[in-house]
Nanobody, 113 residues
Framework: VHLVESGGGLVQPGESLTLSCTGSGFVFRTEGMSWYRQAPGKERERVALISSGGGMTEYAGFAKGRFTVSRDNDKKLVFLQMNNLKPEDTAVYYC???????WGQGTQVTVSS
């Protein structure tokens, strides 16, 4: 089981970024997926989750209205679209397979002017 995130980078406040996570080694369409993040010196926190079929999503309070989680099961991808980014969104973002308990390696998002 392998998860690989991509799409991180350095952006200015107010800009947008879309993260991707691809999964392999398991039946992707049967797995609920989550995005987490961890800022320096802070605990890892959940950002969003999406059900296996994509019909159910949940968001942390800070993500509601700014972030959107989606997935493409045919391509074995899950996305996190992040709009109106703020400096406090700076963190390493991870995807996580809910049932299998597997983490990706993370992708760094830095929001700074």
């Amino acid at each position: 089981v392998h998860l690989v995130e991509s799409g991180g980078g350095l952006v200015q406040p107010g800009e947008s970024l879309t993260l991707s996570c691809t999964g392999s080694g398991f039946v992707f369409r049967t797995e609920g997926m989550s995005w987490y993040r961890q800022a320096p010196g802070k605990e890892r926190e959940r950002v969003a989750l999406i059900s296996s079929g994509g019909g159910m999503t949940e968001y942390a309070g800070f993500a509601k209205g700014r972030f959107t989680v989606s997935r493409d099961n045919d391509k074995k991808l899950v996305f996190l679209q992040m709009n109106n980014l703020k400096p406090e969104d700076t963190a390493v973002y991870y995807c996580y397979a809910l049932t299998r308990g597997v983490w990706g390696q993370g992708t760094q998002v830095t929001v700074s002017s």
